[in-house]
């Protein structure tokens, strides 16, 4: 049995639950795990693992995002002293342009697409350092791993035979891909919230005297 750690490691061991070595299979295995990861990237929470940092200088109005970037926790400008841009709305931010009429430190922050916008626009090269909740990145030759298969591989490995059982056009073993998926995912979400709140409280025993 190949343990998951890169997404050559999870073709192999997709094709050797499902037994299955001829080429046609072989050459769908990368569809299995796209759709796979499309399910992934709609029923997996937020966690404290998805969790990066990136640093990057701010030099213009527009600035590209991390790829793997899925939503903000905070966003600090370097300077001196160092402090937290605010997020608002696109529209928000629009609205407040004409209040700023010339560069300077950012205060405001948004996202449009891909990017990042900043108000004020820079007037120099600022330091900005950004906490965020990653996406899940896509797997590929090229980026052979991300954080959800490293800390949860049967996720993605159960959410990928899901498509391949149903290639195969077997329902039986679908539906228990399926139910396995469920099970892998209500665990995450359960260790999260332990991790995020701490142990449930233990109710006093009751003093009788």
């Not at 970037?69 to 600090?76: A, C, H, K, N, V």
């Not at 228990?176 to 999260?192: H, M, Y």
Request: glycine content about 6%; overall charge negative.
């Amino acid at each position: 049995m190949t343990a998951i750690t890169t997404y050559a490691t999870l073709q192999t061991r997709i094709a050797e639950d499902c037994n299955r070595t001829d080429s046609a299979f072989t050459t769908a295995v990368p569809g299995f795990i796209q759709t796979g990861e499309a399910e992934l990237r709609r029923r997996v929470g937020k966690t404290r693992h998805a969790i990066g940092r990136a640093t990057a200088t701010i030099n213009n109005e527009y600035e590209l995002t991390p790829t793997d970037y899925g939503s903000p926790l905070s966003f600090e400008l370097q300077s001196d002293p160092k402090y937290a841009l605010t997020y608002i709305t696109p529209e928000a931010l629009s609205a407040l342009k004409g209040t700023y009429s010339s560069s300077g430190k950012p205060i405001y922050y948004t996202q449009i697409g891909g990017e990042f916008q900043f108000l004020p626009e820079p007037g120099e090269g600022y330091t900005g350092s950004l906490t965020y909740y990653r996406d899940i990145a896509a797997l590929s030759a090229s980026n052979t791993t991300n954080w959800l298969l490293l800390k949860h591989p049967d996720a993605y490995l159960w959410a990928s035979l899901i498509y391949a059982y149903q290639w195969l056009q077997d329902p039986a073993e679908k539906a228990n891909a399926a139910n396995a998926l469920d099970i892998v995912l209500a665990s995450i979400e359960t260790r999260n919230l332990s991790e995020a709140y701490g142990a449930s409280l233990q109710s006093r025993p009751t003093l009788v005297v």
